[in-house]
């Protein structure tokens, strides 16, 4: 079945840096892949997400890049505010079945 | 406003005692699912329902039962026979594969 691996597990950057979260899917025929936040004690909530015939999507601080080829994705987060501070999670589907989630990545971001 | 709803948000119950979350959704998403999170952890999928009347086994599914009897409803019960049940429960739904899942804000359950 699909596996996502997603790295780092933590990152921590200075507010004002950019943070880059990566994410590796295993099967050539996933399709779509979304960025979920989820911020302490609450549901994640969707950010951010790219289909295979695309390579890069970008709505303002955040972009997506996907490598089909490589078969990962990227999260890119520019100009981090104390408030990007969250755990993200990546996920990709295959068609016709459920989302594979990763594993998630604590991002903090140090004022 | 569109959107799914969990309830409720805090639920305490003691050992040995059947338990049933709530999770309503009024998106007219024909897919419903229910993971669990453990502190730092990652979201482990329960059960998943693509169509009513029709529900399938996740990751971890002893332990649980759902039903899905309604389109906008999807509710799961933590029976006595799940070793550890104290988690955060989400649920979440979608339009249908290959679309993104909006969450709910999830149930807190303690088992004393």
């Known amino acids: 079945g699909e596996n996502v691996e997603q790295h780092p597990s933590t990152l921590s950057v200075q507010e004002g840096d950019s943070a880059v979260i990566k994410c590796t899917y295993s099967?050539?025929?996933?399709?779509?892949f979304p960025w979920y936040k989820q911020e302490l004690g609450k549901g994640p909530q969707l950010i951010i997400d790219?289909?295979?015939?695309?390579g890069e999507k970008k709505d303002q601080r955040i972009a997506v890049t996907l490598n089909k080829t490589a078969k990962h994705f990227s999260l890119h987060i520019t100009e981090t505010q104390p408030e990007d501070s969250a755990v993200y999670f990546c996920a990709a589907s295959i068609l016709g079945d459920k989302l594979v989630f990763g594993a998630g990545t604590i991002l903090r971001v140090k004022s | 406003d569109g959107g799914i709803t969990q309830s409720p948000k805090y639920l305490f119950r003691k050992e040995g005692q059947n338990v049933t979350l709530s999770c309503e959704q009024n998106?007219?998403?024909?897919?419903m699912y229910w993971y669990r999170q453990d502190p730092g952890q990652g979201l482990r999928l329960i059960y998943y329902?693509?169509?009513?009347?029709?529900?399938q086994k996740g990751d971890i599914a002893e332990g649980y039962s759902v039903s899905r009897e309604k389109k906008e409803s999807f509710p799961l019960t933590v029976t006595s026979a799940q070793k550890n049940p104290t988690a955060f429960y989400l649920c979440?739904?979608?339009?249908?594969?290959?679309?993104?899942?909006?969450f709910g804000s999830g149930t807190r359950l303690t088992v004393v």
């Open positions: 979440a739904s979608s339009p249908g594969t290959d679309y993104g899942y909006t």
């Open positions: 790219i289909r295979s015939n695309v």
């Open positions: 998106l007219n998403h024909d897919a």
């Open positions: 099967d050539s025929a996933s399709n779509y």
């Open positions: 329902s693509q169509i009513v009347n029709d529900f």
